[in-house]
């Protein structure tokens, strides 16, 4: 596909700060064996559609094959027909340079959207610019904004790296966003565009709007100068000497890997954050790794998403949002010598203001992409407004409004109020008893995870529950065999391999994973049939045919590792998110609005995407969800994914709290002690702190509540 080109910079800002339009190239792929349609065969050289869409990159760039920019267009048009979107998004570029076929702005601007659609980031940005110049589409800064931010979730460097110069400088419509910006910008550099490491080199290099380090300016340099920007060459010359590469001996390199795996692994927890943060600093310091300072910003973003503060005050660091004189970490000859692997016994640093506030310029909160953020309801006050402990109106109380929702027909709502009285969590009482009444009532209302309840409580038994794992077994198999079993196909699987070892329990293992993958769709039973598959006994399920169908299948979920395995593009969404999104929108169930919300912030079922996240968060904290104002409280805290803002946050952890939330009340808590978003007050932060304990689960209390 095309090389790069510089498309436009209208915005009034230094030289290096320009936007960027880049067609992406795609590694050649081999042709499937499996038998398809003669056409592909006859036309593209391979048996399935993607076989076009590797012929027509020969035939663009002359690889093995007569340079034919007519021929290409032809066979990004039968790719695209055929279903491969990245065959569209070629051929837009193509319509649109009008290189091989007539020049055609709106031709290429309905491929785009085609493209972007189905995931494919470039097509996104590349949507978003016409949008920008008005070719082929109405002009409209505000889509331009929309088809960037969709890109960069689609982690499209060339997105991100516009995205991040208008958040940076305050165009289209966008209120300055030095932090987002900045980040957007890091996060293109790791993309290998070239003009994003330069952008963020002379941030650093003026100080006009970041912190002044001449050292991390002198390595972002040095890095697009290794992608060939021949100024960045001219300017890393002069620049501070670099690190010498570190040589890492065998025992380093294998206790460094052993830490990356720690952080890359699946789950939550300040063990995985500290992991995250060890390698941030090891990437900063050069130590026994080439020194990367934008892979070590990635890595404090990691752990600072796993609420290590060390990792929060490091990324702000990074991103030049911290003052010239903060102190920064003495280099060490290797870090990895005082590393240790019994990181959950890291101690946490005691929380510090946000510096943040003092970069804003004087305007309007930051909002992201573009679309006014939620604000705070001026209409329901906070009761730590005057002091009181608590909410004063009981439609706030959750099981009181999860209560009235499940006698009113949400089977949901039934299951959600079981769970906060098995755990004693909300200012419940454990109540085992009473849980598995709701557990029933969600159960027989053909909620799914009710039924999980009940099999939960029957296999290890509570009080006033006696243990009965036949029962609960049974429960298993019924609810794996029923809509949103997926979770309980994975239970049932775990349950019997850890009963019976047998070769007709691990069958039935297969079996129930199986369901979980093919008819339930679920990422993790598809991660774990896989697993169990490729060490499996059977010949014939390590057969490489068999891997492959479960590969595709577990792609189709979402599984990202599969998809990149099998070089696909993975879907938009996952079946969960798709029917928690549409719950929401009937307006009636503010719990899968929280749902919704979170995913969308998170990116782990869907792509991401913030302004949906904080559509779907305000409509479930308006509705009563204490998870959704939790969800918006993080999302604009100093080190959330919004548009940072200690008001709105502290509002929104003051909403959660009269919620139920014990962490929005911890959050509540942190503000008033630090004057975070709201005045300093010591003893309404240890009201809000004495609430979060009377809220939190039964079991956690006594060791976090002494």
Same mark, same amino acid.
């Not at 007569?66 to 066979?75: V, Y």
């Not at 991103?319 to 101690?347: C, F, I, N, W, Y």
């Not at 293992?509 to 896989?530: D, I």
């Given at each position: ?6 498309l436009f910079a209208w915005l009034a800002a230094p030289a290096f700060a320009v936007l960027v339009a880049c067609a992406h190239s795609s590694s050649s792929e081999e042709a499937a064996e499996d038998p398809l349609s003669t056409l592909y065969l006859r036309t593209c050289g391979g048996t399935r559609v993607e076989a076009c ?95 960037f931010q969709q890109g960069c979730a689609h982690d499209d460097g060339l997105s991100c790296n516009n995205l991040g110069v208008l958040m940076l400088m305050g165009g289209f419509g966008l209120p300055q966003d030095v932090a987002g910006g900045m980040g957007r910008l890091v996060q293109a550099c790791n993309r290998q565009v ?126 030049? =949002?911290?003052?010239?004189? /903060?102190?920064?970490? +003495?280099? @060490?000859? &290797? %870090? !990895? #010598?005082? *590393? $240790? =692997?019994?990181?959950?016994? /890291?101690?946490?640093? +005691?929380? @510090?203001? &946000? %510096? !943040? #506030?003092? *970069? $804003? =310029? ?245 792509a991401r995407d913030l302004t949906s996240a904080l559509r779907w968060g305000e409509q479930a904290c308006t509705g009563g969800s204490g998870a959704g104002c939790l969800l918006l409280a993080r999302m604009h805290d100093d080190k959330g994914l919004g548009p940072q803002d200690p008001v709105r946050s502290a509002n929104f ?54």
């Open positions: 596909m095309p090389s790069s080109r510089f869409f590797n012929g027509a990159e020969r035939h663009l760039k002359g690889d093995g094959v007569a340079k034919d920019e007519a021929r290409a267009a032809t066979l990004y048009e039968l790719g695209c027909n055929g279903g491969d979107p990245r065959s569209c998004a070629g051929l837009g570029v193509l319509k649109e340079e009008g290189r091989g076929v007539a020049k055609d702005a709106d031709g290429a601007a309905k491929l785009y959207a085609q493209a972007c659609e189905r995931g494919i980031g470039e097509g996104c940005g590349r949507l978003a610019l016409l949008y920008g110049e008005g070719r082929g589409v109405p002009k409209s800064e505000a889509q331009a904004v929309r088809f070239a003009t994003a490491c330069e952008t963020v080199a002379g941030e650093f290099d003026s100080g006009t709007r970041t912190r002044k380090d001449p050292r991390l300016a002198a390595s972002y340099f040095r890095q697009a100068c290794g992608m060939g920007l021949q100024k960045a060459c001219e300017r890393a010359s002069t620049a501070v000497a670099a690190t010498p590469a570190p040589t890492a001996t065998p025992e380093e390199g294998a206790k460094l890997e052993k830490i990356r795996a720690m952080c890359d692994a699946a789950g939550t927890g300040v063990g995985k954050g500290m992991a995250c943060y060890l390698m941030g600093v090891a990437y900063e310091k050069g130590a026994s790794v080439k020194e990367n300072p934008g892979r070590a910003t990635v890595f404090y973003k990691h752990a600072c998403d796993q609420e290590v503060q060390e990792g929060c005050a490091a990324m702000r660091r990074m991103l030049g =949002l911290t003052p010239e004189e /903060t102190a920064q970490p +003495e280099p @060490k000859q &290797s %870090v !990895l #010598e005082s *590393l $240790r =692997l019994d990181l959950p016994s /890291t101690p946490h640093a +005691e929380p @510090k203001p &946000s %510096v !943040l #506030e003092s *970069l $804003r =310029l004087q305007g309007s909160p930051p909002s992201q992409g573009g679309a006014e953020a939620p604000k705070p309801s001026v209409q329901e006050p906070s009761p730590f407004q005057s002091g009181a402990p608590g909410p004063s109106a009981s439609s706030l109380d959750p099981l009181v409004r999860l209560d009235t929702a499940c006698r009113a027909g949400r089977s949901d709502a039934c299951t959600r109020r079981g769970w906060l009285l098995k755990n004693g969590e909300s200012g419940a009482v454990a109540n085992a008893v009473q849980a598995l009444v709701d557990f029933k009532r969600g159960c027989v209302g053909g909620d799914a995870p009710g039924c999980m309840g009940m099999a939960s409580l029957y296999l290890f038994g509570a009080p006033g529950v006696p243990q009965d794992e036949a029962l609960g077994q049974s429960l298993l198999e019924q609810t794996c065999s029923r809509t949103r079993g997926d979770d309980a196909c994975r239970a049932l699987a775990a349950h019997l391999s850890t009963s019976d070892v047998g070769p007709e329990n691990q069958a039935r293992v297969m079996r129930a994973l199986e369901r979980g993958c093919f008819v339930h769709e679920s990422s993790r039973a598809c991660s774990e049939l896989l697993s169990n598959a490729s060490r499996s006994q059977v010949p014939a399920e390590k057969e490489p045919a068999n891997l492959e169908r479960i590969k595709l299948q577990a792609c189709k979920t979402r599984l990202m590792s599969a998809c990149k395995e099998l070089n696909l593009m993975a879907p938009s969404e996952d079946p969960f998110v798709r029917t928690q999104r549409m719950a929401c929108e009937t307006g009636r169930n503010p719990d899968a609005c929280a749902d919704a919300a979170t995913a969308y912030a998170h990116g782990a079922l869907v952890a003051s909403r959660a709290c009269e919620r139920g939330s014990w962490q929005g009340c911890e959050m509540l808590a942190r503000a008033l002690r630090y004057g975070l978003g709201v005045t300093q007050d010591e003893r309404r932060s240890d009201e809000a702190k004495r609430r979060a304990c009377a809220l939190m689960p039964e079991k956690q209390r006594s060791s976090s509540c002494q």
